[in-house]
């Protein structure tokens, strides 16, 4: 079950903002099955990696908007540490 749910915050973050209604619903039920918040912030975090082309810093923020403190901080400051160390664009 967790990882069905770890599945589905991923492509629903890949998907961005305009999912954002089924990720929010999605990491609540993830967290009650067991999936940590930093496995969350981490699936979150991956995904804007893949997609870093098409994705940025605005999108990540988007997505993770209306989740409260469950995962933004951590992921924010991944995103931010990946970028000041790896992305040139």
Do not use: C, H
Request: cysteine-free; overall charge positive; hydrophobic content about 45%.
């Amino acid at each position: 079950m967790k990882t069905r749910f770890i599945a589905t915050i991923a492509v629903l973050t890949a998907q961005g903002a305009q999912t954002l209604p089924q990720l929010r619903i999605n990491i609540k039920n993830a967290l009650k099955v067991g999936v940590t918040q930093r496995e969350t912030s981490e699936v979150i975090f991956q995904m804007s990696l893949i997609w870093w082309p098409t994705f940025n810093l605005r999108q990540l923020r988007a997505t993770l908007s209306g989740l409260g403190d469950l995962v933004r901080e951590e992921a924010l400051k991944e995103w931010a540490e990946f970028k000041k160390n790896y992305y040139y664009a």
